[in-house]
């Protein structure tokens, strides 16, 4: 039994909340409707590795890629800050 719509949603916004939370960082979700996934996502830092914290154009590219895989029906990722 494959997962439905919100359970894909809920899986790769805990994925990428796990991924961020080390450096202090979060992703919440905000709504997914006409084939967008909104998020909200609050970087963290790191002093000894700036690079290493993720930029919302990459976290939207990443999820973009999971989540099309996992549920073709969503086309696109919106992060806000």
Known sequence: MSAGPEEVVDQVVSQFN?????DGGSVSFVSSDEGILRVRYSPGNNEECEA???????LAGMMKDMVMT???TITD???QS
């Open 18 to 22: 796990e991924i961020v939370k080390p």
């Open 52 to 58: 290493c914290v993720m930029t919302p154009d990459a």
């Open 77 to 79: 990722v919106e992060v």
């Open 70 to 72: 996992l549920d073709p």
